[in-house]
């Protein structure tokens, strides 16, 4: 092996890295042994000259070195292929029945910068720093030695690509792919437009959660907001849910929701709308001077998007939370179920309950907890990379 640059981290900077995290920022490094390219493969050492491992360097990102291996070793197919079969087994380890999940989940599988989702037979990536969109034809090699998928698809058009001096990228890698793909979440069947949606397939983060919060909805009048495919109405409604109302802004979304309940026999019992959130809970729980509230729903689940880009958007983003959740707290009937979520890494678990509690505050109503939730396994959580936790969730029972 020729000696490879090697990037010396400043007194203190090494212990982060020790415990598993693989960013480096640009402020951690004392120096450079000799000057690198950008895109390049380094080892990193700390002050005293021991190695803490190999990774991608980028002087044009704030990550600067993105660590891949505690060891010294090549980024080669091989290396691709290991890490492959390895972050596959622990999918077959932990849902061993899932044919749609995601494969590869960047830090959480030690691979920084690098997304795959298996849609069935069909492979989406998606490539956010540059070491790792160097590597792209190795990791498509790679791919399809250890899943021999139909199609590789890149949906790398991601803004945050610039930061890492790359343009957006999207296209057909391998094989073919034309028309919606159709896919299996828990038995039910979900059609998914990798090629054309505005949106990457969907949200396999729940797939474990459908299934969980669906417990509530035998004999339910169900609404289910922010619907999207209707991951949550569409598993409801199959455990039975008297009644599935779906409501999200995308009227390609309601479209393709209705369209997923009449594949699975479900449409008698679900229907849906094209509407603002805000807007339709506000309407709903509007009360004229002697009109008292009538409550509709036995379960609500609410599955916002992220309100939080960055911390600075936090209060905003609690206002909002708060305000659909005293809301929908008005709708439950007694004894109802409210399931809700947030996947902004901003707002830890701590935190969204006390926006939750403060709206039921506000509402004068009282609460008990009976679930919490994470993310699908297939997300892996690793405690000493904290962005890699986002999804939490909690069911309530309205107890008054
Ligand atoms: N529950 C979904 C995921 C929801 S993602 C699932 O499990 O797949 C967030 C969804 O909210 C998107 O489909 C988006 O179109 C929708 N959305 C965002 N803001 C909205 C708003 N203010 N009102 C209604 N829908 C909204």
């Known amino acids: 092996m020729t000696t490879r640059p090697s990037i010396l981290l400043k007194p203190g900077e090494a212990d982060r890295i020790v415990a598993g995290h693989p960013w480096i920022y640009r402020g951690s490094i004392l120096r450079l042994s000799q000057p690198v390219d950008d895109g390049n ?16 360097y980028n002087s044009r990102s704030k990550i600067a ?3 891949l291996d505690p060891d010294r070793v090549e980024i080669d197919q091989s290396f691709f292929e290991s890490r492959f079969r390895a972050a596959l087994a622990l999918r077959q380890r932990h849902q061993p029945d899932a044919t749609s999940f995601r494969v590869v989940n960047a830090e959480s599988d030690f691979l920084s910068g690098l997304i795959v989702d298996q849609y069935e037979d069909v492979l989406s990536l998606q490539i956010s720093a540059l070491g790792m969109d160097r590597c792209k034809n190795t990791i498509v090699a790679a791919l399809q030695t250890v899943l021999a998928p139909r199609a590789i698809l890149e949906r790398s058009d991601v803004a945050s690509r610039k930061f890492e001096g790359l343009e957006e990228a999207s296209g057909v890698l391998a094989g073919q792919l034309d028309g919606p793909v159709h896919i299996r979440l828990n038995g039910l069947q979900f059609t998914v437009d990798l090629v054309g949606g505005h949106k990457t397939g969907l949200y396999l983060d729940q797939q474990l959660n459908y299934q969980a919060v669906a417990q509530f909805a035998k004999g339910a009048q169900v609404l289910d907001c922010f619907s999207f495919l209707g991951g949550f109405g569409l598993h409801a409604a199959r455990a039975g849910a008297a009644h599935v109302h779906m409501l999200d802004q995308s009227e390609d979304a309601v479209a393709a929701s209705l369209r997923n309940a009449q594949a699975n026999g479900l449409a008698a019992s679900c229907t849906a709308e094209a509407v603002n959130v805000f807007d339709w809970l506000n309407a709903q729980t509007r009360t004229g001077p002697n009109e008292r509230l009538v409550p509709k729903f036995d379960l609500i689940v609410l599955d916002p998007p992220s309100f939080t880009r960055s911390r600075a958007a936090v209060p905003d983003a609690l206002r909002g939370y708060k305000e659909i959740h005293l809301r929908a707290l008005k709708l439950l009937k007694p004894g109802g179920v409210l399931a809700t979520f947030c996947c902004s890494h901003h707002v830890n678990t701590a935190l969204f309950q006390d ?4 709206a ?14 994470s993310q699908s396994p297939d997300h892996p959580i690793i405690p000493s990379i904290p962005e890699t936790e986002y999804l939490k969730g909690f069911a309530f029972e309205l107890v008054r």
Do not use: E, N, S, W
């Open 65 to 67: 070195v993105r660590v």
């Open 360 to 373: 039921a505050f506000d509402a004068r109503k009282v609460l008990r907890r009976v679930a919490t939730y």
């Open 355 to 358: 926006v939750i509690l403060a």
């Open 41 to 56: 493969v380094v080892q990193v050492k700390d002050h005293r000259q021991r190695l803490l491992g190999t990774g991608f």
